[in-house]
């Protein structure tokens, strides 16, 4: 598994782990899945999205999704990508609407999936919400959401 810092989630009784930092310049993009905690099985070592950590994942649709995150060198993603099986995974879209970030969060509530702030780069901490209602096309729910924006939350 990852050393640190994968995204994890619980998606067909199985809790999953997807990407994150391996340190220096070796962030991951394999997935694994374990049915009880202590025995895991690498479902691929590389998923369709470029290896990634401070991503965010999500259930949505019966399937899991990854949103955003860092890469080896530090450009930060606002891709969107879904599986059903953690093995084959499918590009949602190359460009969300909501600006390329890291350290954000997502969740899934009202049947869609929604974005929350994170980190832009420089001094550029996110404010603003995000949501679609099919993971594809993303629209401003608020371009400020109050406060000075924050991520890691």
Do not use: C
Not at 106 to 128: A, E, H, M, T
């Amino acid at each position: 598994m990852p050393l640190f810092v994968p995204k994890q989630l619980v998606f067909n009784n199985k809790i999953w782990v997807l990407g994150g930092y391996g340190g220096g310049y070796n962030r991951k993009n394999d997935v694994w899945s374990s049915s009880d905690g202590k025995n895991w099985t690498k479902v691929t070592n590389s998923a369709g999205w470029s290896a990634r950590d401070d991503h965010t994942t999500v259930v949505f649709n019966n399937k899991i999704w990854v949103l955003g995150g860092e890469d080896d060198n530090y450009n930060r993603k606002n891709d969107v990508w879904s599986s059903s099986d953690g093995a084959n995974w499918t590009k949602a879209t190359g460009s969300a609407g909501w600006s390329a970030r890291d350290d954000h969060t997502s969740v899934v509530f009202n049947n869609k999936i929604w974005v929350l702030g994170g980190y832009g780069g420089g001094y550029s901490r996110k404010n603003d919400v995000w949501s679609p209602s099919d993971g594809r096309t993303w629209a401003t729910v608020s371009a400020s959401a109050g406060g000075s924006g924050g991520y890691s939350h």
